[in-house]
């Protein structure tokens, strides 16, 4: 397993809204790796998708979305914080930044206010920092025997898994989105450009999902009937049948919470198919969530199978 390949996913700065590193460091991977893999994609990466960008392989059935942002906390005024998404915060957290001054390692101070039991999020730091800064939990990338811990796991796997997908595909659509954590937005343009230049049947979310009483840690990727959105269950079924068929261990999850791009896939014009299917982790949205490697076998192989399947 390319462990250092994720852990550079992790340490690249790319809050929602400022992807744009995240952007450079894939297009820079796919120049230097492209030679070695299965087919040459052709790479979509114009001021119409914005800080997204979009590997076409061959002649598309399937496109696999990956969202490339994270959660963090944007500067107010003073020493004020507003979170990027919904990062756990407690008192202490290191955060990361850059502002017109220089580098930023500063710690993050929660307050909560007796009356209404409401948050009020500060930094401390030895100086003030830039109105509108953006900042990151510092990545404490820790590879372990059986499990890998870091901040951004969510979605540095879903990149990972797609990057690693892109050595031996042949026909598809790796699709890299911007603006998740936040409730979506580059989905909508993303489908728009797709369905018109480039359209398919098919989308899968590759994506990170919650250990829960259901879905546990050491047993396969997940395959989600459901969360706050119901995809078309007979497509849900078919992907069931074929992995069902593979000796790819996987687990499914039902859940009436949380979302994905997904969601925007099934509010679109489009008769487009869709399904997550992810990889599960726990203490999501803190410095230190958690996954084990199998689940990341699991994950890759499920997408390499699907991919030729589908």
């Known amino acids: 397993m390319d462990t250092n390949l994720l852990k550079e996913l992790c340490e690249v700065f790319a809050p929602s809204g400022d992807e744009v590193l995240m952007k450079e460091f894939i297009l820079n991977y796919v120049e230097e790796h492209q030679s070695n893999w299965k087919v040459q994609p052709e790479v979509i990466a114009t001021d119409q998708l914005q800080d997204c960008l979009i590997l076409r392989f061959g002649k598309p059935r399937t496109a696999v979305f990956a969202h490339m942002d994270s959660i963090g906390f944007t500067v107010r005024y003073q020493d004020q914080l507003i979170p990027i998404g919904s990062p756990d915060v407690k008192d202490g957290y290191p955060l990361v930044g850059h502002d017109a001054l ?5 710690k993050l101070k929660v307050q909560e206010q007796k009356k209404d039991k409401k948050k009020k999020l500060h930094y401390t730091f030895g100086r003030g920092i830039s109105s509108g800064t953006n900042l990151v939990f510092e990545c404490d990338f820790k590879d372990k025997k059986k499990y890998i811990t870091s901040c951004f796991l969510d979605n540095r796997l879903g990149i990972y898994n797609i990057l690693k997908l892109a050595e031996s595909l042949e026909d598809g659509l790796l699709v890299f989105s911007c ?3 936040q409730g979506g937005g580059a989905v909508p343009f993303l489908l728009d450009y797709i369905m018109k230049h480039h359209p398919v049947q098919q989308c899968l979310i590759a994506d990170i999902t919650w250990v829960t009483e259901g879905v546990k840690h050491g047993e396969g990727a997940v395959i989600s009937l459901r969360d706050r959105n119901i995809p078309r269950r007979s497509f849900v079924n078919k992907l069931i049948q074929l992995a069902g068929k593979s000796d790819i ?16 896939i099934q509010q679109s014009p489009y008769p487009l198919d869709w399904c997550f299917v992810g990889v ?19 994950y890759l192989n499920m997408y390499h199978y699907l991919m030729r399947t589908l």
């Open 249 to 264: 261990p996987f687990q499914l999850e039902v859940e009436g919470e949380g979302s994905s791009d997904g969601r925007e």
């Open 102 to 106: 220089g580098p930023i390692l500063c």
């Open 179 to 181: 603006w998740e954590e």
């Open 280 to 298: 599960p982790i726990a203490n999501t949205h803190t410095p230190h969530e958690k996954v084990q490697k199998k689940d990341i076998e699991s």
